[in-house]
């Protein structure tokens, strides 16, 4: 099992920018992607990207494409979601989740461990 502690969230502007952390603990040998989620007021949980741990293959959701940035630095067992040109509709409690599995990555069902969130609010 893997601990995930998220960070950075916080409040800003339509267009600016935030950058959240996912920090890791334990057995991160075993975990083949990381993925950030991110689940709005009133609606579901909804994939935004995924890295694999020991690769390069980045995969996002069409919303966030262009804008969201994942990357990992596993000297320091953390990933990253560097959010630009935010807007309103990504406001959400913005979630890390590792999985051991190697497919089906953009599936929330897919992770078995995750951080307890972290809140992104963008006003207009």
């Known amino acids: 099992q893997v601990q995930l502690v998220e960070s950075g969230g916080g409040l800003v502007q339509a267009g600016g920018s935030l950058r959240l952390s996912c920090v890791a603990s334990?057995?991160?040998?075993?975990?083949?992607?990381m993925g950030w989620f991110r689940q709005p007021p009133g609606k579901e949980r909804e994939f935004v990207a995924a890295?694999?741990?020991?690769?390069?293959?980045?995969y996002y959701a069409d919303s966030v494409k262009g804008r969201f940035t994942m990357s990992r630095d596993n000297a320091k067992n953390t990933v990253y979601l560097q959010m630009n040109s935010l807007k309103p509709e990504d406001t959400a409690v913005y979630y890390c989740?590792?999985?051991?599995?190697?497919?089906?990555?953009?599936?929330?069902?897919?992770?078995?461990?995750w951080g307890q969130g972290t809140q992104v609010t963008v006003s207009p």
């Open positions: 989740a590792a999985t051991r599995t190697s497919q089906a990555m953009r599936a929330i069902a897919t992770y078995g461990d």
């Open positions: 334990g057995r991160l040998f075993s975990y083949y992607w």
């Open positions: 890295i694999r741990w020991s690769g390069d293959n980045t």
